[in-house]
């Protein structure tokens, strides 16, 4: 690891966790309180990405993230990569009826 990357390890405080988070438009990083529910995070991204929070999922390692969990409770650490996708739209099948 470079000296300027422990550096910035370093400079974080051991309260707060840096989350890089993966939206259509590339990558954010997040800094965030570990015992802060997600919620911020997700409101933060969906700001950055000009969407509405309720248009996103979240999901980190193929699961869903919910607004009141906490990176403490589900053990994320630095750099950890949270996927953030746009819900589709599905249609009523209508093109499907005969």
Known sequence: MSAASEEKKSSVPSSHV???????RGYCFVLIKKDVELRLLMEA??????VEMST???????KRIR????PNELELEDDFVIDALSIQGGGDGAAHRH
């Open 56 to 62: 996103l999922r979240f999901l980190y390692d193929g």
């Open 45 to 50: 991204v969906s700001f950055e990405v000009g």
């Open 18 to 24: 840096t989350l890089k988070v993966n939206t259509q």
């Open 67 to 70: 607004a009141h969990q906490t």
